[in-house]
């Protein structure tokens, strides 16, 4: 099932806490939805799962609107909020029931189906506790088990991994990545390394807009008008290997750091590299460091959403 | 039907694991059967084999406690954001109204189921007047409903428990009290619209074993008004 979106605005009293969006998500697409606080991924969220309504614009999820028919829509979702609110006096299991009659799940396929989400989830070892006993990572995996017992064939995830510890995070992305194969999956994070390990795409949202929607891939292509180059050459005088640095061909800044540590500011294109190993290898310089750190994730981010 | 039966169990399932109903069984025994086999009028006053002053007592406490049980039902999912989480499934507003008030009232009719006792030792006692304890039953069972619909109106209008239960306490009040006591004062078209909503006299004949359609009107619309009301407010989630 897809979701497409079409100019998407909802405002808080004077506030557009999401101000003209569009977007579409295909079938076995994993979108990582990515901003600031506050800049308008949960409302957006909401709005899709049709829990607020829009101001203007429309969403349809497998070609049914969601505000003409919730209820066909909500079925085939599952949603994740954030905070991942879950009625802390239940056990696991009669949770996952709940959620499963609620949603519709044909009677003789329930016990089916939770024993299904209790394998996938990893929650046998605490399928009998009460929800408010479990620990932040089963929590969340319950949480996850909630929204995937009807078998949804879209999933609107909110922050799934916030809280949890760094083997908790692998395995939540391994799940979603799983998961993402044959579903259509939005979710949100701003923990960067995370949507470049399980996205397809990325749409970074700030102020209510889109600011970049791409690949990972195509976000650090299109950042990447300024490649760095960093090099180290020893035990030769800085001030000869500088002026032969800057006379390469290419090359347009060149930075001095301590003991023989240069920075180049180049094209972004291998010639330069491949020159400055030519050029110490003619001269018998000892070349210890030539590297290229890229543009990181994280730079892009902040480029975009801070102006 | 079915999701909104699924609904009911899990709230009601709810009051028994947080020990509201337990608490709720324990008090409302107590302080009718206090009030009804030991102190003040009590059934012994009456000189008769009748239930009467059980159903006065009934009255009163079931006002009370109705709010406490209702304060929760809403606000408290609003307040931990489990809302969101029924709301996003594929149920409509009204079955979750709906689910809620069906666990309200399952509740306290098992808290009148136990007053049986009351009824068997009556009834070995003297003549009873069968259908007399039978419509008074049943104008408690409607005056619950009537406050278990407000109750829910109340607490689906805040995300604060004990706002939801002075909420719900003013407007039972209003129709407990005030709107008879105002009626007995004012003369006129005002005087009798007033007095048609107090909940007393409704209650009084009823529970003398007198059913009139009138009354019986009267507690469900009473009801339905609660009830519309609340969902009405769920459904306003998106427009505010």
Same mark, same amino acid.
């Given at each position: 099932? !897809?979701?497409?979106?079409?100019?998407?605005?909802?405002?808080?009293?004077?506030?557009?806490?999401? !101000?003209?969006?569009?977007?579409?998500?295909?079938?076995?697409?994993?979108?990582?939805?990515?901003?600031?606080?506050?800049?308008?991924?949960?409302?957006?969220?909401?709005?899709?799962?049709?829990?607020?309504?829009?101001?203007?614009?429309?969403?349809?999820?497998?070609?049914?609107?969601?505000?003409?028919?919730?209820?066909?829509?909500?079925?085939?979702?599952?949603?994740?909020?954030?905070?991942?609110?879950?009625?802390?006096?239940?056990?696991?299991?009669?949770?996952?029931?709940?959620?499963?009659?609620?949603?519709?799940?044909?009677?003789?396929?329930?016990?089916?189906?939770?024993?299904? @989400?209790?394998?996938?989830?990893?929650?046998?070892?605490?399928?009998?506790?009460?929800?408010?006993?479990?620990?932040?990572?089963?929590?969340?995996?319950?949480?996850?088990?909630?929204?995937?017992?009807?078998?949804?064939?879209?999933?609107?995830?909110?922050?799934?991994?916030?809280?949890?510890?760094?083997?908790? &995070?692998?395995?939540?992305?391994?799940?979603?990545?799983?998961?993402?194969?044959?579903?259509?999956?939005?979710?949100?994070?701003?923990?960067?390394?995370?949507?470049?390990? +399980?996205?397809?795409?990325?749409?970074?949202?700030?102020?209510?807009? &889109?600011?970049?929607?791409?690949?990972?891939?195509?976000?650090?292509?299109?950042?990447?008008?300024?490649?760095?180059?960093?090099?180290?050459?020893?035990?030769?005088?800085?001030? /000869?290997?500088?002026?032969?640095?800057?006379?390469?061909?290419?090359?347009?800044?060149?930075?001095?750091? =301590?003991? #023989?540590?240069?920075?180049?500011?180049?094209?972004?294109? @291998?010639?330069?590299?491949?020159?400055?190993?030519?050029?110490?290898?003619?001269?018998?310089?000892?070349?210890?460091?030539?590297?290229?750190?890229?543009?990181? *994730?994280?730079?892009?981010?902040?480029?975009? +959403?801070?102006? | 039907? #079915?999701?909104?039966?699924?609904?009911?169990?899990?709230?009601? =399932?709810?009051?028994?694991?947080?020990? @509201?109903?337990?608490?709720?069984?324990?008090?409302?025994?107590? &302080?009718?059967?206090?009030?009804?086999?030991?102190?003040?009028?009590?059934?012994?006053?009456?000189?008769? $084999?009748?239930?009467?002053?059980?159903?006065?007592?009934?009255?009163?406490?079931?006002?009370?406690?109705?709010?406490?049980?209702? @304060?929760?039902?809403?606000?408290?999912?609003?307040?931990?954001?489990?809302?969101?989480?029924?709301? +996003?499934?594929?149920?409509?507003?009204?079955?979750?109204?709906? %689910?809620?008030?069906?666990?309200?009232?399952?509740?306290?009719?098992?808290?009148?189921?136990?007053?049986?006792?009351?009824?068997?030792?009556?009834?070995?006692?003297?003549?009873? !007047?069968?259908?007399?304890?039978?419509?008074?039953?049943?104008?408690?069972?409607?005056?619950?409903?009537?406050? /278990?619909?407000? %109750?829910?109106? =109340?607490?689906?209008?805040?995300?604060?428990?004990?706002?939801?239960?002075?909420?719900?306490?003013?407007?039972?009040?209003?129709?407990?009290? *005030?709107?008879?006591?105002?009626?007995?004062?004012?003369?006129?078209?005002? %005087?009798?619209?007033? %007095?048609?909503?107090?909940?007393?006299?409704?209650?009084?004949?009823?529970?003398?074993?007198?059913?009139?359609?009138?009354?019986?009107?009267?507690?469900?619309?009473?009801?339905? $008004?609660?009830?519309?009301? $609340?969902?009405?407010?769920?459904?306003?989630?998106?427009?505010?």
């Amino acid at each position: 099932m !897809d979701i497409r979106i079409e100019n998407l605005s909802k405002h808080y009293g004077p506030q557009a806490a999401v !101000d003209g969006i569009g977007f579409s998500v295909n079938t076995g697409e994993v979108l990582g939805f990515l901003g600031p606080n506050g800049a308008g991924k949960t409302t957006t969220m909401k709005m899709i799962c049709g829990l607020v309504a829009p101001d203007q614009g429309t969403i349809r999820v497998g070609g049914h609107s969601v505000l003409k028919e919730p209820q066909i829509v909500r079925r085939h979702i599952g949603y994740l909020p954030e905070n991942n609110p879950l009625y802390e006096d239940m056990p696991v299991l009669d949770h996952l029931r709940f959620s499963a009659k609620v949603q519709g799940v044909p009677e003789g396929r329930i016990q089916e189906r939770i024993a299904e @989400m209790v394998r996938v989830c990893g929650l046998d070892a605490e399928k009998h506790k009460r929800v408010g006993e479990l620990s932040k990572g089963y929590r969340q995996r319950v949480g996850l088990a909630q929204a995937m017992v009807h078998d949804p064939e879209v999933l609107i995830l909110d922050e799934p991994t916030t809280g949890l510890d760094p083997n908790q &995070i692998v395995e939540i992305r391994e799940l979603i990545k799983e998961v993402g194969r044959a579903k259509t999956v939005i979710f949100s994070t701003h923990i960067l390394p995370e949507v470049e390990a +399980t996205c397809d795409r990325i749409l970074i949202i700030s102020k209510g807009r &889109i600011v970049a929607h791409a690949s990972p891939a195509d976000l650090r292509r299109q950042a990447q008008g300024r490649a760095v180059l960093n090099v180290r050459v020893e035990e030769v005088d800085v001030s /000869i290997v500088y002026s032969a640095l800057a006379g390469l061909p290419g090359v347009d800044l060149v930075e001095t750091l =301590a003991q #023989g540590g240069f920075i180049l500011q180049c094209a972004p294109d @291998m010639a330069v590299a491949r020159s400055v190993s030519a050029l110490c290898a003619e001269r018998h310089w000892p070349l210890t460091e030539l590297h290229s750190p890229g543009t990181r *994730l994280e730079d892009i981010f902040r480029d975009l +959403t801070l102006n | 039907m #079915g999701k909104t039966w699924t609904i009911a169990l899990k709230e009601l =399932a709810s009051f028994f694991d947080s020990l @509201m109903a337990y608490i709720l069984l324990f008090v409302f025994l107590g &302080i009718s059967g206090f009030f009804t086999w030991w102190y003040g009028a009590d059934v012994f006053m009456a000189g008769q $084999a009748e239930l009467a002053s059980f159903f006065s007592i009934a009255y009163w406490t079931l006002f009370f406690f109705i709010p406490t049980l209702t @304060m929760r039902t809403l606000a408290e999912e609003r307040r931990t954001g489990t809302l969101d989480l029924l709301l +996003t499934k594929a149920v409509t507003d009204r079955q979750v109204v709906l %689910g809620k008030f069906i666990a309200n009232l399952m509740l306290i009719a098992l808290a009148l189921l136990c007053t049986l006792p009351y009824y068997l030792t009556i009834v070995s006692i003297g003549d009873v !007047d069968h259908g007399a304890v039978i419509c008074g039953y049943l104008a408690l069972l409607l005056m619950s409903a009537s406050y /278990i619909g407000l %109750g829910i109106l =109340a607490s689906s209008l805040t995300q604060n428990q004990l706002v939801a239960f002075l909420i719900a306490l003013l407007i039972g009040t209003s129709f407990h009290l *005030l709107f008879g006591i105002v009626a007995s004062a004012a003369t006129g078209a005002v %005087g009798e619209v007033l %007095g048609f909503l107090g909940m007393g006299t409704h209650f009084d004949s009823m529970s003398r074993g007198v059913v009139d359609s009138r009354d019986v009107i009267y507690f469900l619309s009473l009801t339905a $008004a609660g009830l519309m009301g $609340a969902e009405l407010r769920l459904a306003k989630r998106g427009l505010k």
